[in-house]
């Protein structure tokens, strides 16, 4: 399957900034998919990255908060804007490869977010 | 409304086998896939079922049965290793949706 690389790994920011988190697939997939999981929590998606177009952002995300982008088949960035403690959570990118969109979907390893 | 049900915690010993229920009601259903997550790690893809049945992968097996929205996760020979917390989702009109997720306990 495709190889997720995720960076950063992990961060520690202060609130009020900005953080850019990039993923990268080495090879072109379908559909991009970003999620956030807090602690202890199950997976919530932000929204789904369109290839060329906006995304499609999950019900109480918004683009002026998370903006992302999807300028090829295998490169997408979040960015978490305006960063406060309730921000704090795992940031997981995951992609679907082949052409049927109901198929699994695979995840990078995750940016861990904290935010003082 | 979606849901997926799945039990919060299970305790099992070493090297005994174990099995992780999962009831779903969704509006759409296209299959249903499990995924492992170690403390602090990213979801790893386990196993997808789209139809009824049982599939198998080494240790680990799955079971589906459309008519009862229902399906399982079958741990056998369990290991030290596989502590670990295990979701439930449903592939549903392109989306995932998730179940809260079941942290299995191992002991010696």
Known sequence: SAVISQKPSRDICQRGTSLTIQCQVDSQVTMMFWYRQQPGQSLTLI?????GSEATYE????????????????FSTLTVSNMSPEDSSIYLCSVIEGPDSNQPQHFGDGTRLSIL | GQSLEQPSEVTAVEGAIVQINCTYQTSGFYGLSWYQQHDGGAPTFLSYNALDGLEETGRFSSFLSRSDSYGYLLLQELQMKDSASYFCAVNSNYQLIWGAGTKLIIKP
């Open chain 1, 59 to 74: 019900s109480g995300f918004v683009i002026d908060k998370f903006p992302i982008s999807r300028p090829n088949l295998t």
């Open chain 1, 47 to 51: 929204a789904t990255a369109n290839q």
